[in-house]
């Protein structure tokens, strides 16, 4: 039921910072992207980009089918070989790569990865032939300007564990890679203080084998689950992190803090579409939960459980950090958030040019927004 990673895509090689952007919510984080599929029987909301982005010819990149997957047993959930898409890079970017692991949450029981392998997130069979590279992707160097010419690849996700499938066919090195479509998902009981998501991840851990591919560290010290949390494995990370993030991410508000279990009486209904919705109290319930404590940070009062959770990596030196204020996910495939214009800013500086400057060693980056609304140039998402 797994995809391993592609070593004919990717040779082991111990690679250096200056070949490997690992810039996003954490390299290891593709566990915790937006997925239509997180529970069946759940009302959850599409992630419909209200403003898509036109697409010329020269962004759509073709599929690959991976010709030595089968060999190494590497399957999508359907049997299907897995795929992945490549646009080689040029010039000054020609040896330096850039990888995106594709996002899709996951299946915890036979019924959800069963209906999951009918579908573009199990089988290969309804992948796109072709795909848009845009924000961190894109071959435009005004719309991305540091990495525009670098080899950029896109693997699709079709396992529904997040790669972690069959660990002793895996390089790790596909872990020191950029994963641009992540959250940092907290450890954290939802609204009624039920533990939705950590229930959630011990039957995706235990239905589909995961112990091996997890950190081992934290294995040994915690039940399997917890370790699909970033916060229990973002500290043993060697490798530089840049960590990108929204601090009121729609998904993790939607399926994590609030999930319909612990909204039937849907007085949450209008605040979970649209944060302009949620009244004073529920503005309270995010802040309390999403940006709160009384410790001094940036110049504020207002810190996070997200804050508390990368309190250690914060002061890790090598690391870099954007954190803005918006109710959004995703961000970095997204041109008009990664840069353009009418970007998300902090310190005037857009997510891309954050990024830059702390890969290229311009100068350390530690940014993280003021609360929620304070930030007039933030893309919160609509969905009503």
């Not at 069946?40 to 599409?46: A, G, I, L, N």
């Not at 609204?191 to 011990?202: A, D, E, I, K, W």
């Not at 918006?326 to 495939?333: F, G, K, R």
Request: include cysteine; charge should be positive.
């Amino acid at each position: 039921m797994a995809i391993s990673t592609f070593s004919s895509l990717l040779r082991y090689r111990k690679w250096a910072k200056s070949n490997w952007l690992v810039a996003s919510l954490g390299l290891l984080l593709i566990v915790f992207s937006l997925s239509l599929f997180f529970d069946p029987t759940s009302d959850s909301v599409p992630s419909v980009d209200h403003n898509p982005p036109i697409t010329s010819p020269s962004d759509l990149v073709k599929l690959k089918l991976s010709s030595k997957a089968k060999e190494r047993g590497a399957f999508c959930l359907d049997g299907s070989l897995p795929g992945y898409h490549f646009s080689k890079g040029s010039g000054s970017g020609s040896k330096s790569w850039l990888v995106h692991l594709e996002g899709g949450s996951w299946c915890n029981t036979i019924a959800s990865c069963s209906a999951r392998a009918m579908t573009r997130l199990g089988s290969s069979n309804y992948f796109e032939h072709e795909v848009s590279f845009q924000g961190v992707l894109s071959s435009d160097p005004s719309k991305n300007p540091d990495f525009f010419n670098w080899n950029r690849v896109k693997i699709r996700y079709c396992d529904g564990a997040s790669f972690s499938g069959r660990p002793e066919a895996e390089f790790k090195v596909i872990w020191l890679s950029l994963c641009v479509k992540a959250i940092f998902l907290l450890f954290r009981p939802d609204v009624l203080g039920n533990p939705t998501m950590r229930s959630f991840y011990h039957d995706v851990v235990k239905l589909q084998g995961l112990d091996k591919s997890l950190d081992q560290k934290c294995v040994a010290r915690k039940e399997p689950s917890k370790c699909m949390f970033p916060q229990e494995f973002v500290n043993n990370i060697r490798t530089p992190v840049f960590l990108v993030n929204a601090a009121y991410d729609y998904w993790q508000i939607q399926h994590v803090l609030v999930p319909a279990s612990a909204d039937l009486d849907k007085s949450w209904a209008k605040c979970r579409l649209n944060i302009k919705e949620c009244d004073a109290e529920q503005m309270k319930v995010l802040h309390g939960n999403l940006l709160h404590s009384l410790v001094k940070l940036n110049d504020t009062k207002f810190r996070s459980s997200l804050m508390d959770a990368i309190g250690k990596f914060h002061q890790k030196k090598a690391g870099g950090m954007f954190i803005d204020s918006c109710y959004s996910h995703s961000q970095m495939p997204k041109p008009m958030i990664w840069h353009s214009p009418t970007s998300t800013r902090i310190k005037n500086k857009t997510i891309a040019e954050s990024v830059g400057d702390w890969y290229f060693n311009r100068k350390p980056v530690k940014l993280i927004d003021c609360p929620y609304p304070c930030n007039p140039s933030c893309y919160n998402m609509n969905f009503t």
